[in-house]
């Protein structure tokens, strides 16, 4: 059974920084691409950033250079580093995989957790 849970969504003001994780299990985790999303009241879901197996990056432009997106496949965990936030990055962000590893394919989501930046 696949697993992903996120965490360390919080509250932060302008300007701060926050690290979400992701843990996974239930499938092999080093073939898979990984993606973190982000969803706001009234928004379509975003796909915030994503990485291959091979280590490949690709970000939305609203987070690039702000963001980073890293895996340790030994662990199978992912982490989205975000930094000099800003309110509109406020949202329901998402932890997502694709086990077919092409990065288009997410089957497989967490549950989510809320990160809420205020000005």
């Known amino acids: 059974q696949v697993q992903l849970v996120e965490s360390g969504g919080g509250s932060v003001q302008a300007g701060g920084s926050l690290t979400l994780s992701c843990a996974a299990s239930?499938?092999?985790?080093?073939?898979?691409?990984m993606g973190w999303f982000r969803q706001a009241p009234g928004k379509e879901r975003e796909r915030v950033a994503s990485i291959d197996r091979y280590g490949g990056t690709t970000y939305a432009d609203s987070v690039n250079g702000r963001f980073t997106i890293s895996r340790d496949n030994a662990k199978a965990t992912l982490t989205l580093q975000m930094n000099t936030l800003k309110p509109e990055d406020t949202a329901m962000y998402y932890c997502?995989?694709?086990?077919?590893?092409?990065?288009?394919?997410?089957?497989?989501w967490g549950q989510g957790t809320q990160v809420t930046v205020s000005s």
């Open positions: 239930g499938y092999t985790y080093w073939r898979s691409c």
């Open positions: 997502a995989a694709d086990s077919g590893g092409l990065c288009y394919g997410f089957g497989y």
